[in-house]
């Protein structure tokens, strides 16, 4: 499996500051989108501290599983990823309470790794991954948001959702609480297969189908840009970052290639 990504970030028109971070480590095969809260100061820093605390846990962690079968390396990865986001969200909390400064910052953790042939999936917050599979959009991730509660609740349309102002208020982030309950997922990658994660700054303006006929009509190498686009033509009320990871057949290139078979040709006698 060859993993290519192709990661963007805007301020957006109203913002001054950008307080979303991101990160793509193609050697690891992680990818993480982190949309931070608490001010100018708190917010990018507790998205940059997530994104930083997440990288170094993961990239530790895997060195243990090198060895481990199959079966037991998947779920090992999602343990993995659940500890990742709880170390980030202690971290945060921790330097929150000695910078009044900084009191009640938090960010939100949508992030994947790339691990054999599936992808592990870690979601705090209202950040999304999306799945691009035969021309069709999915959207593995659930929201923790006010919003989508009351949805899943019985208590609000979709529409009504869709036309509220209360978009930002989040039920779950990393870092405001010491201590957090990430979700974590996995699915099997087919060649061909590209997700997207995004920060809402893009996830509130455009709808899962529409998603879905950008993908069908655009390079993905351009599907960042052109998502950026269409979100600050819409509006770009927040930072806006989108992550584009396409999966295809060839070398993991995370891996030495393996020793080539002799042919034919290498066993004829020299002349």
Known sequence: MRLSAWPITDVGRVRSHNEDSHLVNDELGLYLVAD???GHAGGAHASRTCVEVVSKVVQRGLKGLSDMPREIAAAAVNDLLGAAASEASARIFDHAQREPALHGMGTTLTGMLFHQDRAHIVHVGD????LFRSGIARQLTNDHSWLNEQVQAGLLTEEEAAASDLKHI????VGFEREVQ????????SPGDSFLLCSDGMCNYIELDEL??????HFLSDLPRVCTEVSLERGGEDNITVVVIGASNGPDR???PRPQRKTIADTLPPR
Do not use: E, F, K
């Open 254 to 256: 995370r891996r030495a």
């Open 212 to 217: 879905a006929q950008l993908a069908r009509d």
């Open 182 to 189: 990430a979700d974590v997922l996995s699915v099997n990658v």
């Open 170 to 173: 989040i039920t779950r982030s």
């Open 127 to 130: 950040s999304r991954c999306y």
């Open 36 to 38: 931070g809260m608490g």
